[in-house]
């Protein structure tokens, strides 16, 4: 292909031979030759073309999908994605030195303070890349909170969340081992924790709501179980507007993922770790809080109050080495629930909570299926079990423009034939419909 007088130029300036030099870091075998577009083409015409060619995506908003499993499909508000989008907020710098801007700690510290209400913890950090890496910090904190060499982990966990936790703890020496659910609730065993619960554990993590979608409703008795040892809870923020948060029921830590406030999904990031605990074991805290404060005039402030990260004090001293933080998503998510405000947060979570009965139940009166799978409350998903191979019904959901669950069969065996359900204030009824038909056509 003939380059352009001007391509030339930017090659030899970048004392390149060719374009093919540029990309070559770029895997031969996963590039293409670029767009087919014809030559001439105006603004309006080439938008037209590109339209045509992404028209094959199918997208949330084009089919409705009920595949939620850590990523979930929620309005957000146009004024937003304005906020979050402003000049002095995007920026190819990452913001973690001290010379950021106070507009920037500003956002940080409201988006602290948001978390914190909502989880009733003492401290929230600002911030960590997404709910796994949370768990897997969470998992070398309470190492430093309690000692010992092995972590408890609800088996009711996303398995690719615990793969994370595992390469966290793989260098600190911890092994983690499997508390089971119960078979009917879906909610802890606690007759399993109580036969693991021994001098050499650092802590337990349990979530509220759990991966397969029960609310846990025996944390005081988790608590009085686990003694001085950590108790780490997982969180939908989404679901706290309506439970009662773990700070009120003894949680040393506090996790979760925040993309529900403010951030679209796309093809799975970026994401936001929520990471809360008690302020007696904030030294033992990764990431950094932003503080308030007052400045030399004795003027209203905000400052990196603390930040014990090898970049600024000794490595061995170092509680984690993460190095920067999704400080944007952090003030898109502060953003979010500022506009929302807390009874509109209360008012869409308790939508989920009404789709996901009302789709429970549909899906029940469906012959061959169950929901949701499990006695116990949940808030916008939940298990749906059947006589049919899950991934026949996946397919042919599919083929009849509905994206259903995650089929469970691989990561819980022991869930043969089981699909996550997810829904949430996005899906209409004729959502719901539209899945329901798809459902009742797979026999």
Known sequence: MALSECSLEMLQYLKLKSVDELFKDIP???RIDGLRLPDGLSELELRRELETMMAVNKTA???????????????????????ASRGEFITSYTPYQPEISQGMLQSLFEYQSFMAELTAMDVVNSSMYDASTALGEAVLMSHRISGGDTFLMSRAVSPEK??????????????????????????????????????????????????????????HEIRGMLGDKTMVVGVNPMSLTLLRPPGDVGADIVIGDAQAFGTPMNLGGPMIGIFGCKSEHVRKMPGRIIGLTNDIDGKRAYC?????????????????????????VALTAAAYLSIVGKSGLREIAAKNVENMHSLATRINSVKGFKAPHFRSAHFNEFVVSSDLNSDRVHKELLAKGVHGGLVLDRFFPELKHSALYATTEMHTKADHDQLIAGLEAVR
């Open 61 to 83: 908003s084009s089919q409705p999908t009920f595949l939620g499993a850590g990523v979930y499909h929620h309005f957000i508000p146009a004024a937003v994605r304005t906020i």
């Open 162 to 219: 615990k793969d994370v936790a595992r390469t966290y703890a793989r260098g600190a020496d911890i092994k983690i081992v499997d508390v089971m659910y119960d078979p009917h609730t879906g909610q802890v065993d606690l007759a399993d924790l109580k036969s693991k619960v021994k001098n050499n554990i650092t802590g337990f993590y349990f979530e509220t709501p759990n991966f397969l979608g029960p609310i846990e409703t025996q944390a």
């Open 304 to 328: 990196m109050t603390l930040q014990t990260r090898e970049q600024h004090i000794r490595r061995s001293k170092a509680t984690s080495n993460i190095c920067t933080n999704e400080a944007l």
């Open 28 to 30: 031969r075998e996963v």
